[in-house]
């Protein structure tokens, strides 16, 4: 037999650590690899077309029934809206809002437009403990006002802050935000009325995976024209909703330090040790308790069966 | 004699050789096949019809600019020529021959699947006449507002909240839209 000693020693343990951290790291992979549904719609927005009239804007409000703006949805004036030094965002009175930004490399300004991304694995359905949001195969997150206790996790979880709280209801909690106009067009093959809506068709609809390839065919055959990325195709496990941009997408207000993988991804080791912690723990804990503490007990019964026999003893020899 | 004869002969060949196999561009449409005037109302709902005054855009534009490979004469764009180097004028050159007017719809959505399709991002009508229009008009500063186009219709100004249907204002809970 081999002969073990220190250095061997060493050798295989850290073989077996660099072992069980590979093997772990492969597991946590695979169980975050979810490949989306892979005829899930999407629609690839084009920075580079937008002219900022608003008609996606109106459709939406009109989709939705959402309520009368505050001023028209062809008054420009908005765009120099600030709020505590933000631009305007989405709400529970518009689900999709346009922003003007002015980068200083072009002599232009560029119009984004924000709405749900629709994540391929959405951090708010993750956080909701009622199930109240699902991703449809058809690309859409969902939300059911029927089950949702109004906690606002998934506003806090959301890496865009996309859901809006109806406060004006709180008695009855109501999630407001893009449905990707799920139960009147896309659930029939429609795209949602601000794509139908877009004169210029910045706003292009279609599977997913077929946008995608649109988004990269323009970025190869018109050279210098855009930035080579796609916001959203790797962002945060990939969203259905993706953007071209001609400048940098941190000068046209996209967070670009989101993680490249689903926000699950950060928080499922946590998620994993929580029903051991609940259900494992006091079990166990309490059976070590119940163990170092045996001794004492089994100490404290000798100790009264001997004061019981001194007593007897003295009591006999008392009455002796 | 003989020889005459010989020279006669080619150039006979040469002629109708070069008639036959002309290049597309030869028989081009030019500015005066086209129409004077082009209404534009197979969508208009928000919208008034635009009557689009063809015979002035031919000052600012050549035909290829605005209608690619399809009049036969060549075209600028790198993209295109890499097959449309030799393209001969199209049956159609209207822009609703190419472009459908309804560009996401079920079945044309399922013909992207086929891997050989080239043209996988062509516009939608309304999409190609903004895109064209608008593109050039930013360029040499001319009209860019929606309505120096085309005058806004009862169903716009409901779907815009604006003119007769404009919000009372103050009273709504949309604060900041």
């Known amino acids: 037999m081999k002969k073990l000693n220190r250095r061997s020693f060493i050798k295989g343990g850290l073989a077996t650590t660099a072992a069980v951290t590979v093997l772990k790291e492969k597991k946590s992979a695979a169980s975050g690899d979810f490949d989306n549904y892979p005829e899930g719609m999407g629609v690839i927005v084009d920075l580079t077309r937008c002219v900022g009239c608003r008609s996606c804007e109106a459709a939406c409000n009109k989709e939705q029934n959402l309520p009368e703006p505050e001023v028209p949805f062809d008054d420009f004036s908005v765009f120099d809206y600030m709020h505590h030094g933000e631009k305007r965002r989405t709400d529970e009175t518009a689900y999709t809002i346009v922003n003007r930004y002015n980068p200083p490399e072009i002599d232009h300004p560029l119009f984004r437009k924000v709405q749900c991304n629709h994540c391929n694995e959405p951090a708010c359905l993750t956080s909701c403990f009622v199930n109240a949001y699902t991703k449809t195969p058809e690309g859409a997150v969902i939300y059911n006002a029927k089950v949702c206790v109004g906690c606002r996790t998934c506003m806090v979880a959301c890496p865009f802050y996309i859901p809006a709280f109806k406060y004006s209801s709180a008695f009855k909690p109501q999630i407001m935000k893009c449905i990707f106009c799920y139960d009147t067009r896309l659930k029939n093959g429609e795209p949602p009325a601000c794509v139908e809506a877009c004169p210029q068709e910045a706003l292009t609809f279609g599977r997913r995976k077929d946008v995608l390839k649109i988004g990269k065919q323009r970025i190869r055959e018109t050279p210098g024209k855009y930035v080579d990325h796609i916001y959203g195709e790797h962002e945060v496990g990939g969203t259905a909703w993706m953007y071209l941009s001609s400048v940098p997408f941190d000068k046209v207000g996209f967070d670009t330090h989101v993680p490249k993988e689903p926000i699950i991804n950060s928080v499922k080791e946590f998620l994993a040790m929580v029903p051991m912690v609940l259900t494992i723990w006091p079990g166990l804990f309490v059976g070590f308790h119940l163990l170092a503490t045996r001794k004492d007990k089994v100490r404290e019964m000798e100790k009264e069966a001997e004061l019981k026999k001194t007593k007897e003893n003295d009591e006999k020899e008392e009455q002796a | ?177």
Do not use: W
């Open chain 2, 1 to 177: 004699m003989q020889t005459r004869k010989k020279i006669m002969r080619t150039a006979l060949a040469l002629t109708t050789g070069a008639i036959l196999f002309a290049p597309g561009h030869l028989f081009a449409m030019d500015a005066s096949d086209a129409p004077e005037t082009v209404t534009i109302d197979s969508l208009a709902k928000y919208y008034t019809p635009v009557e689009f005054d063809h015979l002035m855009h031919v000052g600012y534009a050549s035909c290829e600019e605005c209608h690619h490979h399809t009049t036969g004469v060549q075209v600028a764009d790198p993209n295109c020529l890499r097959c449309h180097a030799n393209t001969p004028e199209a049956d159609e050159v209207s822009c609703v021959g190419c472009h459908a007017a309804d560009r996401f719809n079920d079945t044309y959505l399922s013909t992207l699947d086929d891997p050989r399709i080239y043209h996988i991002d062509k516009p939608g009508l309304k999409g190609a006449y903004h895109l064209n229009c608008i593109g050039c008009h930013v360029i040499i500063e001319g009209p860019t507002g929606c309505q120096d186009c085309h005058a806004m219709t009862e169903a716009g100004e409901k779907l815009f909240n604006t003119g007769k249907h404009a919000p009372a204002g103050g009273t709504s809970s949309g604060a900041k839209h």
